[in-house]
């Protein structure tokens, strides 16, 4: 039926009876569960048969019991697994005809049409030969008797929707591929384990890790893990690499640092194309320096543990999308990739991407390695010239005087406003070696506002930030307080030391700073100079960013537990978790956590509920318990409604469950805002920081006057950096205040309000009450969008 709009409503069963069928294929990656788990759901609400294809490929030609509907509670407890639970192969067979034959067989007998294909790019291009020979296939089958003519006509189409599960981020066409942040994860944990050992015996330590054809683990990994070295193949080093590496280990040591670390990509190699290894790497140093030496290859352990909440919600999103295209398909429609463009999930022609990827290749074998970083796209080559800069350790030539001055010389300073949130220092340490690289001046204002007004302020040296990217919290010192009444002391601290340029690090308070320094620089002279706010605060809720510092690692550390906590129940039967999350007004630690989770519901302010919503959901609870569901999980914000709390909710559960289930309650609280930062995090405020210096230092340029003062008084000189559709943006303080409810301290718009249709239509049970009003308009699947 068509809306007002003209768009296709999609309503629970709007495609009752069509086959289609998920299989993972070739390696296996973290997060592959959440997005057979998201196929299989997203596919029974439509009304689809959906199967599973155990065992990849290989189950598809053998057929019989590795092809087995699936339903819903096939999918139950999944999302949190490691790994692949439908299995995953590699297969001969289905590389000749006579293997594909017998495939397309195995799928016509079960009025299968439409594939859902997770694996790599080998995986892809054998689902998409396999849609092009299909009629072919078929005319044989009809011609050896083994289908009717009517089955052929019947299921004369094959559509493909495919979903790149790789670690290595190794595909063009999509921005990470399922797998690769939590591989990240565990790459970062043994970096962070090495370090305290190396650190004890003024070590250095070689990390192998995988990429065998792509270097993107090893370039973030050296990045988030301050790491002196990285070999990667795009990106190979200079011939005299060997001389390079020692001078700058040696030139380390010498400025008092005690360990280093050098990573290296299993695929690296030189400017001849020959293998670069750890083990050549290590004679290198041992035989130059006589350092104490030690090689790890982590491996296989890149690809095992649980998923992250980022790997979670991005298969759940992908694995939905998949599921619209191919109910959207028609014989016409190219097979698609689901990709990942910035904050959306897109759909993309299939075999461009693997021209592409193929294309990267042909680069590297041609020795065009300017080219080959190029194609990887700009998430690759931001990771990696940001890695550049911040490895250097001398200035260039020119840009100091005789007496050690910066010829610019700006004095520039950084502070903290509002909680701690991880990724913090990450942010100061870029901000403070960009700067002294430049032969800037950087100050650290501890404490806040009130460190400000006291005179707590220092000088930041290049090596008092060493190892601050891996620690948690604000080594700075914050606190929340606002300049308020107290702004004339706020600009004469500013005038005494002379600050140039200002970086504010921080959640809803920094950016309601931010507004009061630009309210009053009419009348303080010393507050006209570039301020920047770089977001920092789990809760998510500062306008013109679409995420902040800290709210991946908090979304890890909720996952986390959630984990804990059901498998705490694994002996006890028939139990419902009631969680509070942090955020204050804002829900979004609540819903991704959910989706992050497979919670069952997520009580959030911005979506009102009634005590008829928690009516229905005790006795949803009640109806999946009854059918050999084990445990449910609820998360509330700790806003979400003033009467209906976190302990009222329990208590319902306790009374509405007797004789079903039983409940208990866990508020997590400050766990939140612990831990150590996450990758995305690590990596992100380093970025931030380099973004920042630059666009501090055209502003002062731009704004100097011909005596040398610098004046900056226009709006566009106080802004907040943020990622706004995958672009790192620079948006007026003066803008954003039109964007904000300060009232509830949230932005009027908050994109990840989109996910909560696929939240319920995830959460909710086939057999259950049907909701009210609960279909989709293509405008209305936001949650992929």
């Known amino acids: 039926m068509e809306g007002q709009t003209g768009h296709k409503f999609i309503g629970r069963g709007a495609h009752k009876g069509k086959g289609i069928a998920v299989f993972t294929s070739g390696g296996d990656s973290q997060g592959m569960n959440a997005a057979v788990r998201a196929v299989v759901r997203m596919g029974i609400y439509l009304g689809c048969k959906v199967y599973f294809i155990k065992e990849g490929y290989q189950g598809m030609v053998d057929g019989g019991k590795y092809i087995v509907e699936a339903n819903w509670s096939s999918v139950s407890s999944i999302i949190h697994k490691g790994g692949t639970v439908i299995g995953s192969a590699r297969c001969m067979d289905f590389k000749e005809r006579a293997g594909r034959l017998k495939a397309a067989k195995n799928l016509v007998d079960r009025g299968i049409t439409n594939l859902v294909v997770i694996g790599g790019d080998g995986s892809l291009t054998g689902a998409d030969l396999f849609r092009q020979e299909w009629s072919s296939l078929l005319e044989e089958l009809v011609a050896t008797k083994k289908i009717t003519v009517d089955q052929q006509q019947k299921y004369r189409t094959l559509q493909i929707a495919g979903l790149v599960g790789s670690i290595d981020n190794d595909f063009c066409g999509t921005d990470m591929t399922i797998g690769t942040d939590s591989a990240l994860h565990r790459i970062i944990e043994a970096c962070d384990a090495i370090v305290s050992t190396a650190y004890s015996h003024q070590r250095t330590f070689i990390m192998e890790v995988m990429g065998r054809h792509c270097g993107y683990l090893a370039i973030v990994a050296a990045l988030t893990s301050e790491a002196d070295y990285v070999f990667v193949p795009e990106s190979p080093p200079p011939d005299d690499w060997q001389k390079r590496l020692c001078d700058k280990l040696e030139q380390e040591r010498q400025m008092g640092q005690r360990l280093n670390i050098i990573i290296v990509a299993e695929g690296a190699i030189d400017r001849n194309g020959d293998a670069i290894t750890a083990e050549m790497i290590k004679k290198v140093v041992v035989d130059n320096l006589q350092q104490d030496t030690r090689i790890t290859v982590l491996g296989h352990v890149q690809r095992g543990g649980n998923p992250s909440a980022f790997d979670r919600i991005l298969g759940c999103r992908m694995g939905a999308e998949a599921v619209m295209a191919l109910v959207e398909a028609d014989e016409n429609t190219e097979p698609c990739i689901i990709s990942l463009d910035g904050n959306q999930a897109v759909r993309v022609p299939l075999m461009d991407c693997v021209k592409r990827t193929k294309a990267v290749a042909q680069a590297m074998a041609d020795k065009k390695f300017e080219l080959a970083v190029e194609l990887r796209g700009k998430s690759f080559m931001r990771n990696l010239e940001t890695y550049k800069l911040l490895t250097r350790l001398k200035p260039p030539k020119g840009a100091f005087d005789e007496q050690g001055h910066g010829k610019e010389g700006f004095t520039?300073?950084?502070?903290?406003?509002?909680?701690?949130?991880?990724?913090?220092?990450?942010?100061?340490?870029?901000?403070?070696?960009?700067?002294?690289?430049?032969?800037?001046?950087?100050?650290?204002?501890?404490?806040?506002?009130?460190?400000?007004?006291?005179?707590?302020?220092?000088?930041?040296?290049?090596?008092?930030?060493?190892?601050?990217?891996s620690t948690g919290g604000a080594n700075l010192g914050t606190k929340r307080t606002l300049p308020g009444t107290r702004m004339g002391l706020v600009a004469s601290r500013l005038a005494e030391f002379k600050i140039q340029g200002l970086l504010i690090i921080g959640g809803f308070e920094a950016f309601a700073a931010a507004v009061q320094f630009y309210d009053n620089r009419k009348d303080y002279p010393s507050l006209n100079i570039p301020i920047v706010v770089i977001p920092g605060t789990i809760s998510n809720n500062v306008p013109g960013t679409e995420f902040s510092l800290g709210c991946d690692t908090a979304l890890n550390e909720i996952t986390e537990i959630c984990d804990r906590i059901r498998q705490s129940a694994q002996g006890t039967k028939r139990r419902v978790f009631i969680i509070e999350t942090m955020g204050g007004y804002c829900g979004y630690l609540a819903t991704l956590a959910g989706l992050a989770g497979g919670a069952d519901a997520a009580y959030i302010y911005e979506e009102k509920f009634t005590i008829k919503d928690l009516q229905q959901d005790v006795y949803h609870m009640a109806t999946k318990m009854s059918e050999g569901v084990q445990r449910g999980l609820i998360l509330r914000n700790e806003k979400a409604s003033d009467n209906y709390n976190t302990d009222f909710i329990y208590r319902l559960y306790c009374e509405e469950g007797k004789g079903l289930f039983s409940a208990r309650m866990n508020v997590l609280g400050h766990m939140q805002q612990g831990g150590s930062p996450s990758p995305f995090d690590r990596n992100m405020g380093t970025k931030m920081a380099s973004k920042a210096v630059e666009w501090m230092v055209n502003q002062l340029k731009n704004n100097m006057g011909p005596d040398g003062t610098t004046v900056c008084s226009g709006p566009e000189s106080v802004c907040l950096l943020g990622i706004v559709k995958r672009q790192y943006k620079f948006t007026p303080i003066a803008e954003l205040r039109e964007q904000t409810n300060f009232e509830l301290r949230v932005p009027k718009e908050q994109w990840w309000l989109k996910l909560r249709p696929l939240l319920r239509i995830l959460a909710k049970h086939d057999s259950t009450y049907e909701e009210e009003g609960m279909y989709m308009t293509v405008e209305d699947r936001s949650f992929v969008n």
């Open 412 to 469: 520039v300073a950084v502070m903290h406003i509002g909680a701690p949130a991880c990724g913090m220092n990450a942010v100061v340490r870029s901000f403070v070696r960009n700067s002294i690289y430049r032969g800037d001046t950087v100050l650290g204002i501890q404490e806040g506002i009130e460190g400000l007004i006291a005179g707590n302020i220092k000088k930041m040296e290049w090596a008092e930030v060493a190892g601050w990217v």
